[in-house]
Nanobody, 125 residues
Framework: QVQVAESGGGLVQPGGSLRLSCVVS????????MGWFRQAPGKEREGVAT??????AKYADSAKGRFAISQDNANRLYLQMNSLKPEDTAMYYC????????????????????WGQGTQVTVSS
């Protein structure tokens, strides 16, 4: 069974940086769409960034210019977060799916098949 695990969350001061990591446990997993999502208390889950197998990425407006999504193989995904703000505080989830659209970027509303348990990011002084 494919499992997804995130790591790298923590407490950071405003303006600081964090790098989140995600690993998909199944070596036979074929990367399609992968992405980072977040959910703050009392709010709906929202997309942060997605990436497809050819490296084409999509970012939420709130993440553009501050966050960078990357992957080094089909099983590992990263989110470099810089210039963090208190409003970035949330549980961050990694999502993966073996399929991807024919063209363009992976949308946030894609039916991601696999989800991790999340890693907490808290931005506070």
């Amino acid at each position: 069974q494919v499992q997804v695990a995130e790591s790298g969350g923590g407490l950071v001061q405003p303006g600081g940086s964090l790098r989140l990591s995600c690993v998909v446990s199944d070596d036979t997993y074929r990367s399609g769409c992968m992405g980072w999502f977040r959910q703050a208390p009392g709010k709906e889950r929202e997309g942060v960034a997605t990436i497809r197998s050819d490296g084409k990425a999509k970012y939420a407006d709130s993440a553009k210019g501050r966050f960078a999504i990357s992957q080094d193989n089909a099983n590992r995904l990263y989110l470099q977060m810089n210039s963090l703000k208190p409003e970035d505080t949330a549980m961050y989830y990694c999502a993966a799916d073996p399929d991807e659209p024919y063209g363009g970027t992976c949308p946030f509303h894609w039916e991601y098949k696999y989800w991790g348990q999340g890693t907490q990011v808290t931005v506070s002084s």
